[in-house]
T-cell receptor, first 112, second 119 residues
Framework: NAGVTQTPKFRILKIGQSMTLQCTQD?????MYWYRQDPGMGLKLIYY???????DKGEVPNGYNVSRSTTEDFPLRLELAAPSQTSVYFC???????????FGPGTRLLVL | AQTVTQSQPEMSVQEAETVTLSCTYD???????LFWYKQPPSRQMILVIR??????QNATENRFSVNFQKAAKSFSLKISDSQLGDAAMYFC????????????????FGKGTLLTVNP
């Protein structure tokens, strides 16, 4: 049982490039989330999903897209990377809405 | 909107001593959940403890316990017998108890308290 896994661990992007951050969970959780953590701050919700095929925006969705074709996977897509997207990105999952969210190890992204 | 405030950017404690980290929050809801997460240098977010607002009893997990004061909207974390492995950034987080609506699903985090454990 690996929990929540994320790839890559670290990536450098040039302004205007695109990339997909991968997130997979093996706990059969319905709810999945993407957060970003800027230096010296707590995490902010980007997008979330309540089940396969259902996604919705969080607090800071601009510049990102998500999809959820399976229960296990919840990739985050960055189109036209900007320096403001330099951050650490965390994926999380929970079995139900009210239950504890379990986090992946994070992806550190640097946009130059 | 809910807010979470951690007023101590940094704290330090001697190994084997006890330390308390402060957290206050602002909400108009009566049903909600509170969490403490630990983030060591590896950046992994690790759940330390969880408290349901409807429970009067304070949550405990081994050396970790909370002092939940609902009327004062205060949720402090006490770490007893501190160990070197406790050194980390600690985040207090709030989640609405409502079951639907986008903003209800998110965790609202404080800015964190960096805990140093001195040998």
């Amino acid at each position: 049982n690996a929990g929540v896994t994320q790839t890559p661990k670290f990536r450098i992007l040039k302004i205007g490039q695109s990339m997909t951050l991968q997130c997979t969970q093996d706990m059969n959780h319905n709810y999945m989330y993407w957060y970003r953590q800027d230096p010296g701050m707590g995490l902010k919700l980007i997008y979330y999903s309540v089940g396969a095929g259902i996604t919705d925006k969080g607090e800071v969705p601009n510049g990102y897209n998500v999809s959820r074709s399976t229960t296990e996977d919840f990739p985050l897509r960055l189109e036209l990377a900007a320096p403001s997207q330099t951050s650490v990105y965390f994926c999380a999952s929970s079995r139900r809405a009210q239950e504890t969210q379990y986090f992946g190890p994070g992806t550190r992204l640097l946009v130059l | 909107a809910q807010t979470v405030t951690q007023s101590q950017p940094e704290m330090s404690v001697q190994e084997a001593e006890t330390v308390t980290l402060s957290c206050t929050y602002d909400t108009s809801e009566s049903d909600y959940y509170l969490f403490w997460y630990k983030q060591p240098p590896s950046r992994q977010m690790i759940l330390v403890i969880r408290q349901e607002a409807y429970k009067q009893q304070n949550a405990t997990e081994n050396r970790f316990s909370v002092n939940f004061q609902k009327a004062a909207k205060s949720f402090s974390l006490k770490i007893s017998d501190s160990q070197l492995g406790d050194a980390a950034m600690y985040f207090c987080a709030y989640r609405s108890g409502a079951n639907s609506g986008g903003s209800n699903y998110k965790l609202t985090f404080g800015k964190g308290t960096l805990l140093t454990v001195n040998p």
